[in-house]
Structures are given as C-alpha cells and as structure tokens.
C-alpha cells in the first residue's frame, strides 16, 4: 500500500497537471492545432493527460515536465495521422507473405486502378447495350479464353470460393474426400470445417498416407454430391504414399455420373519448372484433366488481387451464380479491375517479367548478388553501420510450394554495439516499417523480395537509426 508521504507526492503531481483548457492554450499546442480538427485534439490532449495520471498512480512518473507532454501529444498525434494499413518494406524473403499483403499488384495497373478508384465505371453496365451488365463479365471471357473452361465465376477469396461450390453442388449431399487431403491453411480454415457450413456431409475414405481408386468407387452411393481432391499446397506427405491423381478422380466421377471439384488453392498459371523451381500444378493442367470444377486463389501464385476464382463447366458456374451466398461473397469494383488487368497480361504480355510475384520468384542469382552489392555499399557509407554480403534463402510463402528454398543473397546489418533484438524492433516501428529477419543473431535484408525504392527508405532509416544511438 502506498504511504502517507507517498500520497501526498502523488497529490501534488496530480495538481501540476495542466487543465484541459490550459493544454490547449500552450503555444506550442495551438500550433499544432492548427491543421487539426478541434476535437480530435482535445481527445488527444484528455489522452495524453489520463496517462500522466495513470503513470502517477502508479509510481512510474516521479516529476511534470511541461515540454515532455507537450512531445507525448506530439508522437500521439503523429501516430494517429499514420494509417494502420499502410505500405512496408518486405526484407524477410518470403514472396506471397500472407501478413504482408501477399502478391504485389503488376505496376503497369496502376493507372487503371486509379482510373476505376476516382471515377464512375462500367461495372454493372453494359455500355454497348445500354442497359445493366454483370460484374463477373469482366473476367469471365478472359477466364474462359484463357483456360478452355466453359464458366467462371469470382467471389472474396478462395475459402468462399470452396464454400460456395460445396453448399451449391452438394448441400445435403456426401461428398467423397481423401484423408490425406483434409487440409488445414492460415486462419483455421480447415476443410472439414468449410463442409459443415456449406451443408455437405463430408465422407472420408483412404488413410492419410494412402488412397487408392477402389476407396472412392466402394464409397460413392446414391447420396453422392461430389468427388472433392484438395492440393496439398502448404505440406507435402513423403514415404509410403499413394493418392489418385485429378485425371483419374475425373474418369471415375463421369463413370458413375458425379460431379468431380479440385481445391487448388495457390492458382499458377506458369510452369515454373522451366524456372528451375519445384512443379507446381498449373491451372491448365488440372483443367485438362476433366474434373467440372476447379478453384484457386487470385493473390498467391497468380500474382493479383486477393481474389477466389472458380472455373468449370457452365451448368455448375451458373448454378453457382444463382446462389444467395453469391452476393454475400462477391468483389468489388478494385479487385475486378485489378484481376482483369492481370489476366490480361497473362494473355497479352509476359507475366514473368510483368507480375512481380513471378518476378522475384524466378530472379537470376547474379541479379541478386548485384542488388545486394548495390544495397551494401549504399549502407557502407553510413557512420557505425556494419554490413555486408551474405548467401540465405528466400520462401515463396502463401502456402505454396511447401519445402521450397529459393537461394537468394541479402545484406546483413549492424549498428553499433546495438542488439539484433533492439535493431529489428526500431527498423519495424519506423513510419514505412522495415521487416527483416534475425538469421544468426544478425539482422538480415533479403534482396530478393525488396523493391528498387525501398533502398532509399533503408539507407534513410538507418540514418536516423545511429542518429538517435
């Protein structure tokens, strides 16, 4: 408990806090409220006021420094005028990194989507007929002529995407699934879970390890909606395995007249084993191999915007748009446009060089090793900063390509005799954060997923790094 003598220190504390009122009226306040809404700084000021008190109470402030609250509301207001969301640099080497973003956008969009962002646009409209359009017409056609499927459809994200098909083909219906298949991804979406809420009833066959074609032809009955194959995107099962792959899964659906569905989560549509990275199976190929419904992501390996993509045949896609869920799950007018764009650099263009996420994915060592050497010796010049090249291996995250390391080079930074810990923390909680990775007790930069402008905001914050030291 706190003393006698204590309490009446705290008192006095207490009574040389400034009044609201009197906050406000400091010079140096009414300069900084001169671009702000009156209220929000005075809710700045209470704010600001209720901690000294707090830290008062609490014995952690032991003197009232007129000027030390004057800068506390400056660094609050300064972190209230910065977005939550807002733009980083990506040091960590991880490509589609789920926490920052995944795919970065193809540059050669930004004007269109400044141009669907700040103006009307044609996104129900059908302008050659006058009249209301559908929203899903801006990516169908290209959808259809890319892939040979004969509907699609775009909902939020892939979950939604599986969701909606489940409850639209098979809504009190079995719907046959693999136990090597029953994949759990980031957020607890697990494919048991998404089958309880579309209303299918899930039916396991095989074992973890090993499936087999008599599993799925002894299971299937009259009361089965679907055959459902899931890629295993973020895990991979080695040893003593066996699965039926999606060509055979689509053979034995048609032989017994059941509609066959493919999760196939990450949504490539390059064969980046002619980059010397792990296969990974294309949208084309599972397409081709016959199964009625495919779905995939729109912002892992695809390199767009977060997106669910369904494609298959027409019966099943128009099903699906006549769904309630449909509306509840569809995109809006930034993710249409930005998806458009970036089909059509597939179709038009050349998605390795044009989409970043397949860019940085299939960088050449020497252009990395040059880059690092170009961010090196930018870094070099500052005083108290150490640093130099170093080999690691980059990810490309989002759930793809499990066990894959893409060798990569990045620099390794120091300050002082500054802690790793400590660096890491001031480079994450500068204005445009910084992320890097503590690789051997040593912050490091990976080239690879950094950006051309980002070398200016590293060089710029370490300078204000060792400013501070």
């Not at 066996?242 to 509609?259: C, F, Y």
Request: proline share 3%; glycine share 8%; charged share 25%.
């Amino acid at each position: 408990m706190a003393t006698e003598k204590e309490n009446t220190g705290n008192q006095n504390l207490f009574r040389l806090l400034p009044s609201v009122d009197d906050f406000l009226k400091l010079p140096q306040v009414v300069e900084l409220g001169e671009t702000r809404n009156h209220d929000s700084l005075v809710n700045a000021v209470r704010l600001v006021l209720e901690r000294w008190r707090q830290g008062i109470s609490e014995g952690t402030i032991h003197s009232v420094d007129i000027s030390a609250l004057v800068e506390d509301l400056r660094t609050l207001l300064h972190e209230r005028d910065l977005h939550s969301l807002r733009r980083v640099v990506n040091g960590t080497g991880i490509i589609v990194h789920t926490n920052l973003g995944r795919s970065l956008l193809p540059p050669a969009l930004e004007q269109q989507l400044k141009e669907v962002a700040f103006h009307y646009n044609t996104l129900e409209y059908d302008v050659s007929e006058g009249e209301r359009g559908s929203r899903y017409a801006h990516v169908e056609g290209l959808l259809k002529e890319l892939l040979g499927v004969e509907g699609a459809l775009v909902v939020n994200n892939n979950a939604a995407a599986v969701l909606l098909a489940l409850n639209t083909l098979a809504k009190g219906k079995e719907v046959i699934v693999s136990r090597g298949e029953l994949i759990e991804i980031g957020g607890s979406f697990r494919i048991p879970d998404v089958m309880t809420q579309s209303g299918a009833i899930l039916k396991e066959v095989g074992t973890t390890n090993r499936t087999r074609v008599e599993d799925y032809t002894g299971a299937i009955s009259e009361n089965t909606g679907l055959l459902f194959k899931a890629h295993t995107s973020n895990y991979r099962i080695i040893g003593f395995t066996q699965e039926v792959d999606v060509g055979t899964l689509a053979r034995i659906g048609k032989s017994h007249n059941v509609p066959t569905m493919m999760d196939l989560g990450s949504g490539v549509m390059v064969d980046l084993a002619l980059q010397g990275i792990d296969h990974e199976p294309t949208v084309q190929e599972v397409v081709n191999a016959g199964v009625d419904i495919v779905t995939f992501s729109g912002d892992k390996l695809l390199g767009g915007p977060q997106a669910g993509i369904i494609v298959g045949k027409k019966a099943f896609i128009d099903a699906m748009k006549k769904n309630p869920l449909t509306r509840a799950l569809r995109v809006d007018k930034l993710c249409l446009t930005m998806l458009e764009g970036t089909l059509r650099i597939y179709r038009d263009g050349n998605p390795m060089e044009m989409i970043p996420t397949l860019h940085m994915m299939a960088m050449p060592m020497e252009q990395l090793e040059e880059r690092a050497n170009r961010l090196n010796d930018m870094l070099s010049t500052i005083k108290d900063v150490n640093c130099c090249v170093v080999q690691v291996n980059s990810a490309p995250g989002g759930g793809s390509l499990p066990g894959q390391q893409l060798p990569s080079f990045g620099v390794s930074v120091e300050v002082g005799s500054m802690s790793e810990v400590e660096l890491e923390r001031r480079l994450r909680q500068r204005d445009i954060p910084i992320i890097s990775r503590i690789v051997e007790n040593k912050v490091i930069l990976d080239v690879r997923t950094l950006l051309d402008e980002d070398f200016q905001v590293i060089f710029d914050a370490l300078q204000d790094i060792v400013s501070c030291v």
